[in-house]
């Protein structure tokens, strides 16, 4: 007899492995991607005593002269620490200019020893006398901040506190993330019409042409995204077989080939394909256990094949069609190599500007901020379905 | 043509329902699952497929519904062949084997769809669906799921929905399987009385021969596809023309013998040590082999001398009292399993096992059918 505390015990250790692993691999990271895109203390910890002398200043106007004497101390102090290009380029998100205004003024700061500073400041950069700089260090001086997200969709916090949208030229995150709904929502629907009658093939095959045909299903399924992707592009570009075969059957003109990949029509047929088996595995799994009689009930009760579909059939299914479409447009709304291999520059996804911002601009705040709308998207999306459909009928093959 | 163009017109007067005519069908293009099919069935006959499986009476049902075609031969319902008339045009309300009551819809929707597809307003469709759930005794379940009711409810609800748009030909294939065996006795009396109620002809697929006996009007008893006889339950059991029909109705001692002589419609089988006289059923010869069978409650043991034409020696071998009658195993004419049932009225005499007694049966309770060595 094992006393039950031990016993429970055991069955901790047992799955502690995967706890562990789920917490470091997942947990964590979704965690710090989550507060980097609220906390962002590089300013902060940089330029402590400027923004504590900022804190009297009532944002009309300049600051007092001992703001300016800090700055000019807490500038040089970073350059020496060699975090003044982390700070410059934090305060130049905000306003754009003042990345050289920072390094600048370090620079020649070494130079000044005593006030006045205003005066001194000025004269490297007139931009110090500027309150729009001011009001760009108080605004990236805050540890916690929603500025990243603001950013995200296209708003900003004005010098007086109030929020309003980007001027125009310079929305780009809405209609971005509007275009990756648009998207998903049409490979999701591309994946149900093309999925739907194969699964429908296979589940009501005999088993063993069913078993080839859900081969087929797979094989592409185990080959490297990569491979498929680029097979694509081969396919699809201006010289590739599809335009040839066109060509030559004459249904357009030599000069007039279509442009069918580096752009949005190459990132719908490419996904679409891709996320095909995610669709057809679900549908799959529901309409096998959908016996043949209810189909045939529905005829001897004198119903067409139509009425015998949608009246008996489609409904069962729905499960299935849930499970797929929601999977698919999960995995779609957060696509990245796709995209990025056959989207050119018109066929780019939110998740291809994550990863810009994450590899490119080094604005991690921002891509985490990005990230971070995505992962509500899909679980509001999921709770929805949970409402409409409840989330225990879900069946993922 | 002429005749399919007549027979609508010959049907008007005539109280034919159903008729097969020489139906083959075979799914592979060489084995035959059912052949040269032959049935007559009146209007509001009951008629019931009897057969172990493989027999072919589901794939018979299946092509009267309409969800197979026969490979020969010619279905007609009302005198019309229906050779070319989808399920849905047939008019035949059918009751499957698992009920097939659509899962996602409730008992009301379920029995208002083949109303909703023929067009029936809602007024029309609601009054149906309530005198329907009245007839099989479910009123006040329109809003449950079938998940939500018990075996025999969805059996019942099954019922309904084949009966509710008021078909002229309800078939049914082995609609009891699933239920237990309290159950199943009081869902065939329910068919039957609902059977009576309506005056609906019925086509019943089973492989339960009691079912069928309770239920039926005729029995037609299908062996790998080929009908063994077709005949009321009483002759069925009474009048057996085949060997295969007196293995599987009811209980039948079997003796396997060779004809000896031939004298009209009597003749003498030699099986074991014994000669035994019996009607001769097959159309046999001296020398061919038949099957003899005799039904266990037609025998006496220790009879008086002379009563009964035919009397053979038994050794008692087991003794069983089974209420309404004494179950008596003996040997007898070389088999060690001849039973002899004798009622609970008449008393057994005393006789214990080992006893050597005699045993007797008339000759018209002795049938010689064909010879069928192997029971399969």
Request: with cysteine; glycine share 8%.
């Amino acid at each position: 007899m094992i006393a039950p505390g031990r016993e429970r015990f055991r069955a901790l250790a047992l799955v502690l492995p995967l706890l562990v692993f789920i917490l470091i691999t997942f947990i964590a990271p979704l965690a710090t991607m989550l507060v980097r895109s609220v906390h962002d203390p590089v300013v902060a910890d940089a330029l402590p005593a400027t923004l504590a002398s900022l804190d009297g200043w009532d944002g009309e106007g300049l600051p007092d002269e001992a703001a300016y004497e800090a700055i000019a101390r807490e500038l040089v102090q970073a350059r020496e620490d060699r975090t003044l290009g982390q700070v410059a380029g934090r305060v130049n998100r905000v306003q754009s200019g003042l990345r050289s205004v920072f390094t600048r003024s370090a620079r020649s700061l070494r130079d000044v020893t005593e006030g006045p500073w205003r005066d001194a400041l000025e004269e490297i950069d007139e931009a110090w006398a500027d309150p729009a700089t001011w009001h760009a260090i108080r605004a990236t001086g805050q540890r916690f901040t929603g500025r990243h997200y603001l950013n995200a969709v296209d708003m900003q916090r004005l010098p007086d506190g109030s929020v309003a949208r980007q001027p125009e030229e310079r929305r780009i995150y809405l209609p971005l993330l509007w275009r990756t709904l648009v998207v998903s929502a049409v490979i999701t629907l591309l994946c149900l019409l093309l999925g739907y009658p194969v699964a429908h093939l296979i589940a009501h095959a005999p088993e063993r042409r069913a078993n080839l045909l859900l081969a087929l299903v797979l094989v592409p399924f185990w080959t490297s995204l990569l491979v498929r992707t680029t097979a694509w592009i081969v396919l699809l570009q201006t010289q590739g077989v599809v335009n040839d075969l066109l060509v030559s059957i004459g249904l357009v003109g030599d000069d007039g080939r279509l442009a069918m990949i580096y752009n949005m029509t190459g990132t719908i047929i490419a996904m679409t394909h891709v996320l095909l088996p995610f669709m057809v595995l679900p549908l799959y799994s529901v309409m096998r256990a959908i016996p043949g009689q209810y189909m045939n009930a529905a005829a001897s009760l004198g119903a067409r094949p139509a009425q015998a579909f949608l009246r008996v059939y489609w409904p069962q299914t729905l499960p299935g069609v849930g499970a797929g479409s929601l999977l698919v447009f999960i995995l779609a709304i957060g696509y990245y190599i796709t995209p990025a291999l056959v989207g050119g520059s018109s066929g780019q996804l939110i998740s291809n500007m994550v990863a810009y911002h994450m590899q490119t601009s080094l604005n991690w705040g921002l891509a985490a901020a990005l990230g971070g709308i995505l992962l509500a998207g899909v679980l509001a999306l999921y709770l929805l379905y949970d409402r409409l459909v409840g989330i225990e009928r879900l069946s993922l093959g | 043509m002429t005749a399919a163009e007549a027979g609508p017109v010959a049907a008007a007067e005539s109280d034919v329902r159903v008729e097969f005519e020489g139906v083959d069908k075979s799914y592979d293009g060489r084995t035959l699952v059912v052949e040269d099919f032959n049935l007559t069935i009146r209007k509001g006959e009951f008629v019931t497929l009897l057969g172990p499986s493989g027999s072919g009476k589901t794939t018979i049902l299946m092509m009267l519904a309409g969800f197979q075609s026969p490979t020969a031969g010619t279905i007609r319902i009302d005198g019309r062949s229906v050779e070319e008339l989808p399920p849905r045009k047939r008019g035949i309300g059918m009751v499957f084997q698992n009920y097939a009551l659509f899962p996602h819809m409730t008992v009301g929707r379920n029995l208002a769809f083949p109303l909703e597809v023929r067009g029936l307003n809602a007024e029309e469709r609601q009054e149906r669906v309530e005198r329907a759930l009245q007839l099989v005794r479910l009123e006040g379940l329109e809003d449950r799921r079938p998940g939500q009711l018990s075996g025999g409810q969805q059996q019942r609800v099954a019922i309904a929905r084949a009966l509710v748009f008021e078909p002229d030909l309800v078939l049914m294939d082995e609609p009891l399987g699933a239920l237990d065996r309290s159950l199943r006795e009081e869902m065939q009396y329910e068919i039957r009385r609902i059977h009576r109620e309506l005056a609906v002809t019925v086509v019943y697929v089973t492989h339960d021969q009691q079912e069928a006996m309770v239920m039926s009007d005729r029995i037609a008893v299908l062996k790998k596809g080929v009908v063994e006889q077709i005949a009321p339950p009483e002759a069925l059991y009474e009048e057996p023309e085949r060997a295969f029909v007196a293995r599987f109705i009811g209980e039948n001692n079997r003796l396997h013998g060779r004809v000896v002589t031939v004298d009209g419609d009597l003749c003498e089988v030699e099986t074991g040590r014994e000669r035994i006289r019996a009607l001769r059923i097959a159309d046999c010869e001296p020398g061919d082999q038949v099957t003899l069978s005799i039904r266990p409650e037609r025998i006496a043991v220790n009879p008086e001398p002379g009563v009964y034409g035919n009397q053979v020696g038994a050794t008692i071998r087991d003794l069983a009292f089974l209420g309404d009658h004494l179950r008596v195993r003996m040997d007898a004419c070389g088999r060690e399993d001849f039973i002899a049932k004798i009622p609970n009225i008449v008393g057994h005499g005393g006789i214990l096992v080992g006893d050597t007694v005699r045993v007797g049966w008339t000759v018209t309770d002795c049938r010689a059918l064909n010879h069928e060595e192997k029971e399969d």
